[in-house]
């Protein structure tokens, strides 16, 4: 039997482990900040939802499972913003994006990033920021593993594209 | 860091440091814990009020969905005809989903003086598309049309008029338009009404194309490329232009290019099968072939290596590079 207790705990541990990466990648995908906010916290309510398999230990890659989540919550958040009919996102330029003196590469980098499409951006974020492989990318998106590999080259591409362009 | 050149480090670092000001704060804890506290009913199978009001707003949404195109066609039917109002309205619709576009005649609003009525607001959107988005991707032809009746928004009464993509890719375009002008207030950025959002390969209408064509879009026919590339890859693959070598031409030169290279040569043998693909000019980055060659033709389902030669589209020397068979097979 597992308690509230038990799972509050385990919530708590999976906000303080992965908050940050969860919060930057919804940060990165929707390019809003309170989107962003609420894409996060809701991630960890649909975990903390579907916690129990977690305590009890059968999910056997904890980072790729909220992954998904955060992945699902962000696509929710646009398309909630679809039926809206409400274009929320900012400029690339209004998103909170520290610009440290000396980092200049990474800001270049980053802001490339926030220029590619959705899709790219996810693979991008999952592939080279949390260090997923093409097959849990996969499995993380809901897509093939060729189709996974396929976007990520036009990623690539766009990316190089960018940041040649960015000088 | 090179410029142009990005391993996982570089990104992880980049990010880190560009949203270090982003982090899960002690606020965003907060709130997640209030949260699931608020849902803990429904985890123990009692109804939670916000799941008695998801199931009330389900079941009005689903009354009205079923009740109002029958009360509209009851109302209306005696003076609503088709009006072509879309350039290209002649050419077929897509076979995917469009649904058939009908706008009420131009009868005046019942209930006023002059004031725009469904038919017109949607007429303006349509306008205002053809005005301010890009319809050289999609025509008026491929969008769906809802139209809505808004009493109090910040701009008095208004019609929302929000066109959605028949190929299920995300694009979207919404006009307001002022009830008692007629006139356009505003609308969405028009890249969202042709710059696809996103890529479902669970959809039904992404589903049948691969169905239809087989796992690997290169060995597609061409204009089933460039079309599935239009309707849900931000046409990033097209037709060969004047001054272009045609897809025939790519393949032999990048066939010729192998024959010359010892490596290549030898895995693609003595009858090679190649299939190209042209990229568009994107982000600063010209036309160019993209030619998968294999010893045998794909589809038979022993392919092995291959060899992918790359070449500007105007003409030029292909580079070549071994892809293995992983590699290659799951980048299509």
Redesign the interface.
Known sequence: MIT?DAR?RE??RL?QTY??G???VC??TLRE?SA??DA???T??KA??HIDPLVRGEIANERAWLMRIAVNAC?DM?RTS?MR?I?RRQSIEAL?????SG?E???????A?LTL???HREL??L???Q?FN?KSCAQIL??????????L??AQ??????????? | ?K??????E???????????????NAE??R???R??RG??P??RGLPSPRRLRLDLAFALTLAVIVCAPVALLLVRAHSMRPVAVAPGASTPSPAATAEKRVLPEDAPSPESDGAANEGEAIRAALACFEQTCDTSVFTADEYTVDVSRQEDGADGAVY?V?MRSVYDN?C?F?VTVSLPSGRVLQH??PQ?AT?????D??SAEVRSWYDKYG?Y?FAWEASAQVEFSRRY??A?IRAPRAGEMTREQAAQAALQAARKDGDAAALLGDSPVAYPVLYGA????SARYVVYCFAHAVGAGAEGDCIVATMPAAGGTPSLRRLPRE?W????
């Open positions: 509230e509050e919530l708590t906000m908050g940050d969860v919060k930057r940060c990165l900040m962003a906010e996060a916290q809701e960890f309510i903390y939802e696509r646009l679809w009919h274009d909170p994006l520290a610009a440290p980092h590469d990474s800001l270049a980098l980053t802001q990033i499409p959705v899709k991008v974020l592939h080279y920021y260090g093409l809901g897509i093939s593993a060729p189709t996974a590999t396929r976007r080259q036009q591409r766009k990316l190089r594209a960018a940041l040649e362009e960015r000088g | 860091m410029r142009a050149n990005f391993e996982k570089d990104v992880r670092r980049a990010i880190d440091e560009s949203l270090s000001g982003v982090y899960f965003d804890a709130r997640v814990l949260g699931v849902r803990e429904e985890r929302e929000c995300g979207a919404t969405s950025a969202l710059v696809p959002a996103y890529f390969d669970s796992p879009l890859e931000g990033a994107q982000d600063g980055s590699e097979s799951a980048s299509i």
